[in-house]
């Protein structure tokens, strides 16, 4: 913990941690100190020039946003001089502007707006003067208008800081804005639509394309909530009116590194209303799907399940909330009592993995290894991981990536160690070991024989002299990787899915046929065409294009007509994450809520109200889920001790393949195909 | 008669202008033509030296014979076979051409420490240096002194970075030297930005070697083993000739490891800037060697501590760094007693404007700006009346005549308005107007502003506007307190020292030449008859002999008149160019 320093600001006293700044530290006393281009959690950049304050004893003022508090500083944050000069720094900034408020969509949230009213400038003192910069309004995600920038240079900080590097500065002087490489559009820029520089910028500069008198904020409704598309599960912050949604911003609390969303979480809500979203059960007769009530799709389902029984399969995706796997699970178990359910969690990790997993905070750590993975914004794998980690970089946090392939991230690496990850491990170890870290005499000698390369002692010296290091591995790379932190610090298996965590801890595991058995991809052929599943019941938007041979009678549970969908022979349809609450255990193994939004479209129903629906038709009825009953089934003991360093087979799914796949409808079913088809023109 | 003969012409920057290499190129002929009579070939040496300071004078050729001077100026390269005949084969000085006595008042007051090698020396050749106790200084350093030594000498010498802003040199070497750090870097910045600034430029190019010695000292002072020096990429001779001198070293084991066998290693490397003003400033220079764009960051450090990369860093000027051997060499005493209490030793200036005698100039701190001017400089040119003399370039302000006796140091500048700043000192006249003055260095400054902080990205621009009011008649009641008021507030509120100073020329011409603004915008007049908008051009009757020669050189048609009759100027067509003022030769024509 940082030492408590104590000061004065405007007459209040105020107790701050050491090394903080003076707009935070002003935060606490309940005093605002205006700025433009602070970015909480960032290093100050000095450049709007709006939070000068006066500092006794100094002759000139201060900026507060790169002064950090001392212990016995006063502060005055109001005296005339500083009033005087934040009212010409705004004066100065709206002589450039168009002061175009009564049209302008982020007016109500615009913080030059804000400052003008509190200094009630109406008009700039200056001669206006206007350039004229045409808009980039080339894509349907983000609109990029210079004529309202203020060069306040967040959206370029924000952009450069989680690696993206897509905007700078350019020109000198009146001159000087905010530009792409060439200034081309953004989507010939290597933008990847994360929309984090709209969530900075602070006027209209940068905006949802989407935008233009369809509500201002205060209009809207905001919730907070989870993104569940992929593995990070983000927060996030959905704005409402009229009971739709408008827009979606990054909802992790300002100053967070995990303050970010990729365009599938920021810009995927559109795939609700798509038209291939299913709104009514649907049922084949005389091979057509055709349109049913949920009476007698229920029925139709339950007879099914109730005399085929030990015959059925039941395969879901792992990005459901908790409160449906604890219901499937007792459906299939306690209702249709079979064995066979199981999540494509098992196609990349192991759920021992998951479960033993730490708690932790990317934001406490200083130390990061990474083992076995390739995060990437590009590639949209884990792509709020990769931005994480790149922001606290900047922030001074060391990684240290193990990766036996090529791994982008490696490029923001202190180390980066390539070649066998599992010898890698060991050899870390043993370096540690000899520095003095007590082991087990299993450890000792397992990496006894271990060569050690210059960049592994280095590795190991970062992690010895690391406060709190974290390690980040691939599930198949867990066990092995859990030896070091059997020394020190944490470890996470990162899933690919949102809820992979919370699926395991709810249990919802097979204790009879694999998911590839069921599906039929098991390595081998027999082991597939004797999997014995006649009816097989998809839950989501499972990975899977083709219904498996041999089965008799398909049952899709999703929201949307997907392919696998259209072969069913019933189709019930679920409300999506936005329009159904639950919990969540992220991949970091924090429980996270999601309250509902909007009203599930059409007839749509959450995953668990159809399964206990279908308990009561079968006659075994079930409850919805008590939210002790989910909080105890988090409670493990995550005591992990020496496994033998290997690395787990069988998880090679391509993970971008994978992401794509289960997003499919929210993609094809969006303005994310637009970007789908850049990226794929891009590419050839 | 074995004479031992040498030519030196001068190669600075405005000789290389006006012909330089022309005039060598002369000479190396005509003695390779009287060469075929042997005697004399062998013992001519050509040397190219750096800047001989009188740039007015250009090119200045020095012949040495048997030890003997004799400067001629204005040399042009068909004079060089006279000079080779009746001089060096005759040993008749050409008397007409000799410089006179003006050359010898502008050394007078002179004293060279930092430009003692310039024009005297090869800059090129290492063992001339070496021949003048080149590196005795640093191996003094190197062998004999301990870093708290070396840093104490520096200090009591009482040098003031030459830069700009003045801070002691000792205190910021002894800051640094006190912070541990395996890696700390020395910076010698030769950015040189300034419109019309040559100091930084002469001295790397007419004495490249004392640059270098002057890091290799501090580089040992603070414990540094990496350096660079940042000059602006249109400084293609300094950069080729200090890139010379850095290999030269290597070679003599002046750098590298273990330097002159004392264990001690330092590295240095030339870095090319891109030749933006800002990234003079300490803090752009450093993103820009880091590979960012040049743009200041705040200081939350001084660079003493987090630096270069964010290690400990001394970054210097080029005089600075020049001035360090001979520090070293001949105490502390002997340098500050050069200059004033507060600042000691010399300055470099680089004398333009209205002068008789522009150049560059060295002189002890403390001088007054009259000596400088008028003993120096020679006073005005064409008996016009002293106005005003701009100190520090684009961050520095007017200094009138009133104050002419004032004397030159860093707290004597700043407490009339303006800076000492790099060196810069241009003399006004009664034909210039101090409004265009200062839109001259806005405009300047405007330009250059990397664009990050709002005060000097966008209130420049509104005070350049202003002032652009005011020079075509469209001001208002009102505008010079609208532009003090500006002024004020983006010296406290930028960022840099960039947009901290660039009020300074507007604020110190209003401060000692309201008048002249308040004409401008009250009686639509510009007093110097400079602006464009504000003057009207028209023939005196009593003076004009209808000669004709204004109506034929007039390009807007706008006089008319028949031949020896009297003409007119029409007001209407007129352009206000000027044309038929340069023409008359009977001063007819009458601007105001
Ligand atoms: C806009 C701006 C431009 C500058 N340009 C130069 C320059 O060209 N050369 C220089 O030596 N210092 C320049 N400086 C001053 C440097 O920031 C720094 O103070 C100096 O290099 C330190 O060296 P000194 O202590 O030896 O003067 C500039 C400062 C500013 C604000
Ligand atoms: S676009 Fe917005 S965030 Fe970016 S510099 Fe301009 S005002 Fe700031
Ligand atoms: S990174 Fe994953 S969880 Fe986060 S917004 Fe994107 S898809 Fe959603
Ligand atoms: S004062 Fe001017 S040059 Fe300096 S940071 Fe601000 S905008 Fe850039
Ligand atoms: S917030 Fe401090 S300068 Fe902009």
Redo the contacts between chains.
Sequence with gaps: MADIVGLTIDDKEVQAPEGMNLIDAAELAGVHIPNLCYLKGMK???????C?IEIEGLK??M?AC???VKEGMVINTKTE?VL??RK??ID??L??HPLDCMTCTKAGVCRLQQYAYDFGIKESS??R?RFGYPADEANPFIKRDPEYC??C?KCVHICKAQGTSVL??M???????VITANDRPLQESGCTFCGSCVDVCPVNALLEADRWRKGREWEYEKVNSVCLLCGNGCEITVSTKEGSIQKINAGAAEGSAERYICAYGRFGFDCIEAETRLTHPMKRINGELKETTWEDALRTVADKLKRSGKDVGFISVAGIVNEDALVLKKFVKDVVKTENVNTTMSLYADSDSLRKSHTADIDDADLVFLVGLSPSQRERILPALDAAIRKKVNRGLKLVVINSSEAKIAEASTISLKGDEVSNLKAIVRVLIDKGFKADKEIESSVKDAEVSEDIEKAASLFAEAKEPLIFSSPSLFWASANISLLKGKIISVALESNARGVALMGLTTEGKTYKEMVGTAESKEQSAQSGVKVLYAVGEVPLNKRPDGIDFLIVQNSHLTELAQQADVILPSATFLESAGTIIDYMGRLKYLPQIIEPQGASKSHRDIFIHLSKIIGSPLKRPAEAEVKKATRVKTKLSFSPFVKKEGFDISPSELIDSINASVINGSRLLWLKEIERAMAV | MRADIKIKVCMGPSGIATGGADVIEAFKNEINSIGKKAIIEERCSLHQVGCLGFCAKDVLVEVVVDGKKTIYEYVKPGMVSRIVKEHILEGNPVTEWIAGEEYYNFHKKQIKVVLSNCGEIDPEDINAYLAVGGYEAARMALTLMSPEEIVEVVKSSNLRGRGGAGFPTGLKWDLSLKIKSDVKYVICNGDEGDPGAFMDRSVMEGDPHSVIEGMIICAKAIGSHQGYIYVRAEYPLAVKRLQIAINQCYEAGLLGENILGTGFDFDLKIYQGAG?F?CGEATALMRSIEGK?G?P??K?WRSAEKGLWEKPTVLNNVETFANIPRIILKGADWYSSLGTERSGGTKVFALTGKMKNAGLIEVPLGITLREIIYDIGGGIENGRAFKAVQTGGPSGGCIPAELLDIEVDYESLALVGSIMGSGGMVVLDETDCMVDIAKFFLEFT??????????C??????ML?ILNRITVGNAKEGDIELLEELGQ?IK????CGLGLTAPNPVLSTIRYFRNEYEAHIKDKKCPAAVCKDLITFSILEEFCNGCGACKRACPADAIIGKRKKIHKIDPEPCIKCGTCFDVCKFNAIMKM
């Design positions: 100050g950049i000095g450049a709007c020039r709006l000068l000139a003022p900026i790169n002064t950090k001089k005087e000069i010409f720094v100065l900034i002589s450039m200056f001669t003067k203020i060069i240079g700078d500065f020109g000198r002087g009146v001159e000087a804005k | 933006a800002v764009r743009m960051t705040p939350l405007q330009a250059e502003s990397c664009g990050k902080c709002i005060p990205r966008v209130g420049t621009k509104r506007e507030d406290v509120t930028s960022l």
